[in-house]
């Protein structure tokens, strides 16, 4: 490789540090004081990034607190719900994947989650409308897995709502579940699994 | 009634209305800005108060704060719980009892619930344990009506963390219900215990 290749690759590298170190700062301060409560300066100074470099890397405060939301209702989270909802498996199988994927990205993303549940409401615009977007694409995997079960018999007639009850149980645990405590992110996803397949699948 | 016991009568009438209208203005400014959003003096300005009678009414937005979430966890739900705990009935029944009410103290209560869910941890000191004790209290009636119908035979041997998860289910809601949607507090309610009596009561 040549000298200037490895000194542009290497200025690349270190943006995209910086980029990291923001959106992490961000991540911090957003969960500890709040959107609102938060100034772009104190996310540079978090972030040790000086202004100049801070207003190269993002537009705005919404513009980043679109991209720590982005990590919530990831491409990651809902592909793999796709996925889970076209295998071949039983509905019950597929509630199983679906509940174990959701509460483990919620406790590796802890932080992301409080912000999104605290002040995802102050996203406008297209921001706003993405994020909507995405998390209407993920609500609706789980109403295509419940229908789909609906029509082969294996889930037994009961209100769409219950999907909203459903997200609910897992969603709330942002508030309560640490990485380290008696039960494993997948324990619960089992005790909420055994709930949810008895309420739901024909002769459970 | 003298002259004298009617003039303290109507002050303090009229003192309590303005208490009220600042609780009111604070529950729409904390629900629209969020606690670090607002001022204050902002406050102030939506209840229509000068800033001596503001002060003479709080001592602090923290203490506004403490109010407007006191309404969620209010002595009225905590003591309709106590009764439906202690009330003869089954446990299925009490089930649908303790729900029917959580849901219908959300959605009539909405946007103290959003600040709740968005902000209750702003809280610091004796605010802070003194809601959190209403909300382990609250949380102490489920798991007894649970370990009640478990020592009777009437609840399977399921971890007492799913209690966290049916909080959640019904919590989740001041996300997205309202009074004027396709299924009313009662409705959603019914659903969710189908789910949860189904899930939990042996024989059902």
């Given amino acids: 490789m040549s000298r200037a290749g490895s000194a542009v ?7 995209s540090r910086a980029k990291e170190r923001i959106v992490a700062a961000a991540v911090e301060l957003f969960s500890e004081r709040g959107y609102h409560g938060t100034g772009v300066a104190e996310i540079g100074a978090r972030a ?13 405060k919404e513009e980043l607190l679109f991209r720590v939301l982005s990590a919530c209702v990831d491409e990651k989270l809902v592909t793999a ?8 498996g039983t509905t019950e199988e597929k509630i199983g994947e679906l509940s174990r994927a959701l509460m483990t990205d919620i406790v590796s993303h802890r932080a992301e989650w409080t912000i999104y549940f605290h002040d995802a ?4 615009g297209d921001y706003r409308k993405e994020i909507q977007r995405r ?8 109403l295509d897995v419940l229908a789909e079960g609906k029509a082969t018999g294996e889930v037994r007639d009961i209100d769409p709502v219950i999907v909203k009850g459903i997200l609910g149980m897992h969603n709330y645990s942002y508030m309560w579940m640490s ?16 709930l949810i ?3 739901l699948i024909e002769g459970r």
């Fill in 48 to 60: 040790k990034v000086g202004r100049g470099a801070l207003y190269h890397h993002i537009n705005s």
């Fill in 9 to 15: 690759r290497s200025s690349e590298e270190s943006g």
């Fill in 121 to 124: 409401d102050r996203l406008t």
């Fill in 179 to 194: 990485s380290d405590g008696r039960l494993s992110a997948e324990q619960v996803s089992d005790v909420y699994c055994e």
């Fill in 81 to 88: 719900a796709e996925r889970t909802r076209r295998s071949p």
């Fill in 135 to 142: 998390r209407d694409h993920y609500e609706d995997i789980w």
């Fill in 197 to 199: 397949v008895r309420g």
